[in-house]
């Protein structure tokens, strides 16, 4: 696959003009859903490939099967540029569109997920933040309209240590070891900093926080004083769009060893790695779902889509990282809408009817069989209580121009990070005055 144009604007330059794939609202038997990304700017080549891959999922639905029990999908893309203001300013104007309103809502930003799920609850839209988001709306006694669902970043990041806790010989060896956190300096980037902080305390190894300006283009100061000062022995890379590959760069000018620096899987991609050229050899980083293009769901979008010349993206782009991770948003997403329908009825559904089904989600290795993705995602449960589901994590090393699973499936520390939730939620429901929900 040729990633080497990705970084660039134009990628889709002209994808973000407002569109419904074709498809009216006039009719009541459509379930609309809400297309929000960025398909221009430093962020482009991600954000292109999660609106362009959830769109070719809805597309592959009503294509093969009708849509969800005979209602079709319908959407409408809205472009953010990744900015938090133009993020609230989509769901307000997308929030009523379609016979039931808005269905639920992907921010695709941590600042974004701030920004709109307290009125997402007022409204009852789901707010799904797969892998990103809130922390703290893990705990779906106090945000039941948040679900930071499969895993989130504080779990994600106890798999990362056990990680480099295995690669040193046992968790016992982390002590005394030092650990550079280089970090977005977003919501999203210091959403870690608790649990890096908790964990160094329990391990024995010490922390140091470096966040990068945005968009993340100049890191040179940083990484002298990582090369030649810090010294640490293992780096997290916890960054987004051009910031990646320009710390690869950076890591290999001071000689900083890749095998040692461990992304967060927004780091973790092909747009990540490819413009960095040899300076990613050898770079980890974690993953929630497997690239490639054998599983049966990908190739139904082939057939169903892109070879009836519909694809919303250039055909090399499938089976990357971000384009799968689209597609699993996708999925997450419709059966999230099937399940609703399970329960009230074949018929499109509203926010609140879908909030309620994701409660009983359960993504199970039989389900996750009869929708194609076997070995492309891992299982995990939600229930009104717990809105992560405690998925595992996967680690993947950059190696000969691909991307090679390295590990099994890393059980998160929830013994760990449910009482850091579970704290994280009393807070803000103290100071929100809220009484949390009984979910038992």
């Given at each position: 696959?040729?990633?080497?144009?990705?970084?660039?604007?134009?990628?889709?330059?002209?994808?973000?003009?407002?569109?419904?794939?074709?498809?009216?609202?006039?009719?009541?038997?459509?379930?609309?859903?809400?297309?929000?990304?960025?398909?221009?700017?430093?962020?482009?080549?991600?954000?292109?490939?999660?609106?362009?891959?959830?769109?070719?999922?809805?597309?592959?639905?009503?294509?093969?099967?009708?849509?969800?029990?005979?209602?079709?999908?319908?959407?409408?893309?809205?472009?953010?540029?990744?900015?938090?203001?133009?993020?609230?300013?989509?769901?307000?104007?997308?929030?009523?569109?379609?016979?039931?309103?808005?269905?639920?809502?992907?921010?695709?930003?941590?600042?974004?997920?701030?920004?709109?799920?307290?009125?997402?609850?007022?409204?009852?839209?789901?707010?799904?933040?797969?892998?990103?988001?809130?922390?703290?709306?893990?705990?779906?006694?106090?945000?039941?309209?948040?679900?930071?669902?499969?895993?989130?970043?504080?779990?994600?990041?106890?798999?990362?240590?056990?990680?480099?806790?295995?690669?040193?010989?046992?968790?016992?060896?982390?002590?005394?070891?030092?650990?550079?956190?280089?970090?977005?300096?977003?919501?999203?980037?210091?959403?870690?900093?608790?649990?890096?902080?908790?964990?160094?305390?329990?391990?024995?190894?010490?922390?140091k926080h470096y966040p990068v300006v945005h968009p993340g283009?100049?890191?040179?100061?940083?990484?002298?004083?990582?090369?030649?000062?810090?010294?640490?022995?293992?780096?997290?890379?916890?960054?987004?769009?051009?910031?990646?590959?320009?710390?690869?760069?950076?890591?290999?000018?001071?000689?900083?060893?890749?095998?040692?620096?461990?992304?967060?899987?927004?780091?973790?991609?092909?747009?990540?790695?490819?413009?960095?050229?040899?300076?990613?050899?050898?770079?980890?980083?974690?993953?929630?779902?497997?690239?490639?293009?054998?599983?049966?769901?990908?190739q139904d979008i082939i057939k169903h889509v892109y070879d009836?010349?519909?694809?919303?993206?250039?055909?090399?782009?499938?089976?990357?990282?971000?384009?799968?991770?689209?597609?699993?948003?996708?999925?997450?997403?419709?059966?999230?809408?099937?399940?609703?329908?399970?329960?009230?009825?074949?018929?499109?559904?509203?926010?609140?009817?879908?909030?309620?089904?994701?409660?009983?989600?359960?993504?199970?290795?039989?389900?996750?069989?009869?929708?194609?993705?076997?070995?492309?995602?891992?299982?995990?449960?939600?229930?009104?209580?717990?809105?992560?589901?405690?998925?595992?994590?996967?680690?993947?090393?950059?190696?000969?121009?691909?991307?090679?699973?390295?590990?099994?499936?890393?059980?998160?520390?929830?013994?760990?990070?449910?009482?850091?939730?579970?704290?994280?939620?009393?807070?803000?429901?103290?100071?929100?005055?809220?009484?949390?929900?009984?979910?038992?």
């Open positions: 696959m040729n990633f080497r144009t990705l970084a660039l604007p134009v990628i889709a330059a002209t994808a973000f003009a407002v569109s419904t794939g074709g498809q009216a609202f006039a009719q009541a038997k459509e379930q609309f859903m809400p297309i929000n990304a960025y398909w221009t700017g430093p962020y482009a080549a991600g954000g292109s490939a999660f609106g362009g891959g959830m769109i070719d999922y809805f597309k592959m639905l009503n294509e093969r099967d009708g849509g969800i029990n005979g209602v079709k999908l319908t959407w409408e893309k809205c472009e953010t540029g990744y900015k938090t203001d133009r993020i609230v300013e989509c769901y307000e104007r997308l929030k009523k569109n379609g016979p039931t309103g808005m269905t639920l809502f992907h921010p695709m930003s941590t600042g974004g997920t701030y920004a709109v799920f307290e009125r997402a609850e007022k409204d009852q839209i789901p707010v799904i933040t797969l892998g990103y988001g809130n922390t703290a709306g893990s705990d779906g006694r106090v945000f039941p309209y948040l679900f930071p669902a499969l895993t989130n970043y504080w779990s994600q990041n106890t798999a990362k240590i056990r990680f480099i806790g295995s690669q040193e010989g046992g968790m016992d060896k982390l002590k005394g070891k030092k650990i550079a956190n280089v970090h977005h300096d977003s919501a999203y980037g210091k959403e870690t900093i608790p649990i890096l902080e908790a964990q160094a305390e329990k391990y024995g190894f010490e922390v283009l100049d890191q040179k100061a940083i990484w002298l004083q990582i090369g030649r000062q810090y010294k640490p022995d293992w780096i997290i890379l916890r960054g987004w769009g051009v910031m990646n590959p320009t710390a690869l760069k950076e890591a290999a000018r001071v000689n900083f060893p890749r095998d040692k620096m461990v992304g967060v899987w927004w780091s973790g991609a092909e747009e990540d790695t490819v413009p960095a050229g040899p300076a990613a050899e050898g770079y980890i980083a974690a993953g929630f779902h497997a690239s490639g293009t054998e599983f049966p769901v990908i009836k010349g519909n694809g919303e993206l250039p055909r090399e782009r499938l089976g990357s990282i971000y384009y799968n991770r689209a597609v699993v948003w996708g999925m997450v997403s419709a059966e999230a809408v099937r399940q609703a329908q399970d329960m009230v009825g074949k018929r499109p559904v509203t926010g609140a009817e879908v909030q309620k089904a994701l409660e009983t989600l359960d993504m199970n290795a039989q389900r996750i069989e009869g929708l194609g993705a076997t070995g492309l995602m891992p299982t995990f449960k939600l229930t009104c209580a717990d809105h992560e589901g405690g998925a595992a994590v996967k680690f993947q090393q950059w190696k000969g121009g691909k991307w090679v699973q390295i590990s099994d499936w890393i059980e998160t520390d929830q013994s760990m990070v449910r009482p850091m939730v579970e704290a994280a939620a009393a807070k803000y429901a103290k100071e929100k005055n809220i009484t949390p929900r009984s979910c038992s």
